[in-house]
C-alpha cells in the first residue's frame, strides 16, 4: 500500500485539499519563524505597470520607477535606523510590474531584505529577479497568500493595480476597521489616481462606513510624500504593534 503522502494522485485531489491549505500555513510559518522574519513593508500594486515606453513617455507616469525609488529609500531608511534584528523587510507579491520594481529597489541596497509572497497562476506570473532565493515563498491558494502578507505587514504601500490590488486593499482595510488586524499605516500611491478611481468620501456620506475610517489610509502624491510620512508613521508606531511576531 502506497503511503499517502507519497501519492501524488491523492495528495492532488479534493480530499487532500485541507492539508495541502495547512502546508501552506506551516511551512512558511516554519521559515519565517527561522529567518527572524517579522517586520514587512508590503508593496502591492499592478503586475502590468513597466517603465514607460514610446514616443509619449513624457506623458506617461513611471509608477515603476518611483515604486522602486521608494522601496530603496526606505531599506536605506531602515538600515540607517535600526538594529539588524529589527529592520524591515521589503515585501511584494513576487512577480512583474510593481512587485518587481519594489523587489529591485529593496536589492539596490540590501538583498537579503527583498522578499516575495508569489502565487501560482496559469499564465502571467514568475517570481521576479530581485527576490531573495532565501525570501520566496510559493502559494496556490491566494486567501493563504494574504493572510502572511497581513501577518507580518507593517505597513502597505499600494500603488495603482486592477482587481487583485482591489481586493488585497479592501480586504486589508475591512480587518483593520474591524480590528482583526492591528493598526498600520496604509499609503495609496498616486493621489490624483486613486482620487479618480474611487471618492472615498461617498461611503461616509452615505453612512456606509464612519468618518474615522477616512483616516485609516493616507493618499501619497509622490515618492517624497510617501516616505515622509511612512518614516514619521512607523517611527510613532505602538510598541505592540512593533513587537508583533510571525503567528505561533
Not at 515606453?53 to 520607477?65: A, H, L
Not at 486589508?172 to 480590528?179: E, N, R, S, V, W
Amino acid at each position: 500500500m502506497t503511503n499517502p503522502h507519497a501519492d501524488p494522485d491523492f495528495m492532488a485531489s479534493d480530499e487532500a485539499r485541507p492539508l495541502r491549505i495547512l502546508s501552506e500555513y506551516i511551512e512558511p510559518r516554519a521559515r519565517l519563524l527561522n529567518l527572524n522574519v517579522h517586520n514587512g513593508l508590503i508593496f502591492w500594486g499592478s503586475a502590468r505597470l513597466k517603465t514607460p515606453e514610446g514616443p509619449d513617455v513624457s506623458s506617461q507616469v513611471d509608477y515603476y520607477g518611483q515604486a522602486r525609488d521608494l522601496a530603496a529609500r526606505m531599506m536605506r531608511w531602515t538600515m540607517d535606523s535600526h538594529a539588524e534584528s529589527e529592520q524591515y523587510y521589503v515585501c511584494t507579491g513576487g512577480g512583474p510590474g510593481i512587485m518587481e520594481a519594489a523587489n529591485r529597489g529593496a536589492a539596490d541596497v540590501n538583498p537579503a531584505r527583498s522578499m516575495g509572497l508569489n502565487i501560482e497562476l496559469p499564465h502571467e506570473q514568475g517570481t521576479n529577479a530581485w527576490v531573495h532565493e532565501d525570501l520566496n515563498f510559493d502559494f496556490h491558494y491566494f486567501f493563504m497568500r494574504k493572510f502572511w502578507f497581513m501577518n507580518i505587514a507593517k505597513a502597505l504601500i499600494i500603488f495603482p493595480g486592477g482587481f487583485g490590488t482591489m481586493d488585497e486593499l479592501f480586504e486589508m482595510l475591512t480587518l483593520i476597521q474591524t480590528g482583526k488586524q492591528p493598526r498600520i499605516p496604509v499609503v495609496l500611491y498616486g493621489k490624483a489616481f486613486w482620487e479618480r478611481l474611487i471618492d472615498f468620501s461617498v461611503f461616509a456620506e452615505h453612512g456606509l462606513i464612519s468618518d474615522g475610517d477616512l483616516d485609516l489610509f493616507y493618499q501619497a502624491e509622490d515618492v517624497d510624500d510617501a516616505y515622509g510620512f511612512l518614516t514619521e508613521a512607523l517611527d510613532d508606531c505602538p510598541v505592540e504593534t512593533k513587537r508583533r511576531r510571525v503567528a505561533r
